[in-house]
């Protein structure tokens, strides 16, 4: 049998040779290794030299059977020299180290290539090392304590790694490439295997709620990666540690709050926008998956609201779309804080606070794509204020009726999202709504004639739901109003030349005159 050349360089024999031990001791090959692959230099010839090294040190493993592996029938386990060698390994195919300023390298980088053609070898060394430990691990099902204690040691000390390594390769991003997320995609499988788990989520969080998972050892990895100083040197970081955070949901993530929230905080505080959303996901998960009290410990939730509402001045509409979502799920946590007054100024209200400014932006805004999302949002924060809206009536009325008058394409998102907005203000402040109808009503017959008339590519179903919403709106007024919508509309429907409109029109006219009865009563007045 014609041996690898590392057995030359560390002088040991293939199994099975003349002369040579049954099995090279483990002992001696990856220590050597280790030592023999770290005083290889980094440069071109360097590069070779150590892919060489890592072929021949899978063509050892798989040569190799788990009791070698494992430190044979002495029951001398190598768990700290299998990590110290996982670790390595990983270290060898990390992609390139970034500027701490630079922005990520481009996709077509050959440095991402060299990175995919490092990180598919050392995928098939992890392969082999866990095919061994699967063997092993068999035993330990047949009763054999002394080797189920080796398989655990040695998982303890290279499932981490591991997991992080195949997180890195297995998703699609610039530096993967299709041999490369599949290999990493087997690993992950035959790590969660050997682990005896069935998903990802199960095997960070554990099967039962009183099993401790592998997050705590996944993110204890990752810390070195996630400081200040150090998350933007490699790009893959950020998204192994968002893509974790994600599969663990609650009540497994409570526990972590201390460990996951300042990397989030990194995240969201960067000035690269699509840092700033990855860092608002990962707060967003935080704020639905961990208790409320919880994060009022030791001011968090301020804190987090603070990091928030900074955004509130961006101009950028992908990550206003992230950031009030999150704000509208922070606000009722915020507000329900141990020690808080219970009646307070409506300044000192942050869901007042957060709606102002808001609307503050809104009213000037001349982005089409962020005023979509504002006004797709806009919505929830009246639904989250309830009566209170009232308060914001004034400015409320003007961004409204501004939007309404504002074609923005052929779908109309900020138009169909205004009507729902003055459909939910209706039905919560329906009190205050007679002083504003003749504003109201003119905004909406506008509305309305510009739709019947547009000549444009309106689809119809667009047209269609335009017209119902601001037909069930001057419902809504006339109700609120005890009938004084239809006496402004005697003799409109009439003049109409447009069928739609007319009976549109006709709705209103032919419904009976009812008092307002408000939809949430324990909102009303």
């Not at 805004?365 to 989250?384: D, G, I, M, W």
């Not at 204020?385 to 939007?403: D, P, S």
């Not at 509305?447 to 547009?454: K, S």
């Amino acid at each position: 049998m014609e041996q690898p050349s590392l057995l030359n360089s560390l002088q040991l024999a293939l199994p099975g040779e003349q002369g040579a031990p049954e099995y090279p001791p483990v002992e001696q090959v990856l220590p050597q290794f280790l030592q023999l692959f770290a005083s290889v230099g980094s440069q071109h010839a360097g590069s070779k030299a150590k892919a060489g090294m890592v072929r021949d040190l899978f063509a050892i493993l798989e040569a190799g059977d788990f009791q070698w592996l494992l430190g044979g029938s002495q029951g001398n386990p190598t768990p700290v020299v299998l990590r110290d060698l996982v670790v390595a390994l990983s270290v060898y195919a990390a992609l390139p180290q970034q500027e701490h300023e630079g922005g990520e390298l481009p996709s077509k980088d050959p440095s991402y290539a060299a990175a995919a053609s490092r990180a598919a070898d050392v995928s098939l060394v992890f392969q082999s090392i866990l095919a061994k430990v699967a063997a092993a691990k068999g035993l330990e099902e047949l009763g054999c304590k002394a080797v189920g204690s080796a398989v655990g040691s040695v998982l303890r000390q290279v499932a981490g790694p591991m997991y992080i390594f195949a997180v890195t390769h297995a998703a699609e991003k610039p530096w993967s490439r299709p041999r490369t997320r599949s290999l990493a995609q087997e690993l992950l499988e035959d790590l969660l295997q050997v682990c005896g788990y069935q998903s990802v989520p199960e095997f960070l969080r554990g099967a039962t709620e009183d099993e401790e998972g592998w997050f705590a050892v996944v993110m204890q990895c990752l810390k070195p990666e996630l400081t200040k100083e150090t998350w933007q040197r490699n790009p893959a970081t950020k998204h192994v540690f968002s893509w974790t955070l994600q599969q663990v949901t609650r009540p497994w993530l409570g526990p972590h709050l201390e460990k996951v929230l300042p990397p989030s905080l990194l995240l969201s505080d960067d000035y690269r926008v699509e840092n700033k959303i990855l860092g608002v996901q990962c707060l967003h998960h935080i704020i639905h998956n961990v208790p409320g009290a919880d994060l009022c410990q030791f001011n968090r939730a301020q804190v987090v609201h603070h990091a928030l509402s900074n955004h509130l001045y961006s101009k950028e509409a992908q990550l206003m779309q992230v950031v009030l979502p999150c704000l509208l799920d922070l606000l009722p946590i915020l507000e329900r804080a141990p020690g808080r007054p219970s009646r307070q100024p409506p300044s000192a209200v942050p869901s007042d606070k957060v709606l102002r400014l808001v609307l503050t932006h809104m009213e000037p805004e001349h982005q089409l794509a962020l005023r979509r999302v504002y006004a797709k949002n806009l919505p929830a924060f009246v639904e989250r204020l309830g009566i209170q809206i009232a308060r914001h009536l004034k400015r409320l009325q003007r961004v409204i009726v501004g939007y309404l008058e504002v074609n923005d394409g052929p779908e109309e998102t900020a138009r169909l999202a205004m009507l729902e907005t003055l459909k939910r203000t209706i039905q919560h402040a329906w009190p205050r709504m007679t002083c504003r109808l003749a504003v109201l009503l003119q905004a909406l017959l506008r509305l309305m004639w510009d739709t019947v008339t547009d000549r444009s590519a309106t689809p119809e179903p667009v047209t269609a739901a335009l017209l119902q919403g601001a037909t069930e709106c001057l419902l809504l007024l006339d109700r609120c109003s005890h009938g004084q919508v239809k006496v402004l509309l005697q003799g409109v429907q009439l003049s109409c030349q447009d069928d739609r409109l007319k009976e549109c029109l006709r709705k209103v006219e032919e419904e009976p005159v009812e008092s307002f009865i408000p939809t949430n009563p324990k909102r009303g007045v």
